[in-house]
Nanobody, 123 residues
């Protein structure tokens, strides 16, 4: 499966952005998928994940209550609704597909990655 993230841009603190991750290929619905982010000079961080049929979601502590992950298997697209943005949310956001169906919060089980989309939050 190939993934392409979009929707990044510049937002003010307290604002909102919605990221999309479009998949190509016929197997999108087989994979759990997730979002990770990497800020300059920092390690890649887990943001959120959703199981293949969307029945379960997980969030990193830093975004819990502010971000919402969702997906449409019919549209082969995953979304990340980001509300109440903070300057510390500034990062390149990557979408990924999990090959194992488990261990959603670490990046090693994610075999497929999108190219990343930059989110910048100004104070």
């Amino acid at each position: 499966v190939q993934l392409q993230a979009s929707g990044g841009g510049l937002a003010q603190a307290g604002g909102s952005l919605t990221l999309s991750c479009a998949a190509s290929g016929s197997t999108f619905s087989r994979y759990a998928t997730g979002w990770f982010r990497q800020a300059p000079g920092k390690e890649r961080e887990f943001v959120a994940a959703i199981t293949s049929l969307g029945s379960r979601t997980l969030y990193g502590d830093s975004v819990k209550g502010r971000f919402t992950i969702s997906r449409s298997n019919a549209k082969k697209t995953m979304y990340l609704q980001m509300n109440t943005l903070k300057p510390e949310d500034t990062a390149v956001y990557y979408c990924a597909a999990n090959n194992l169906g488990s261990s959603f919060t670490v990046d090693s089980p994610y075999a497929y990655w999108g190219q990343g989309t930059l989110v910048t939050v100004s104070s």
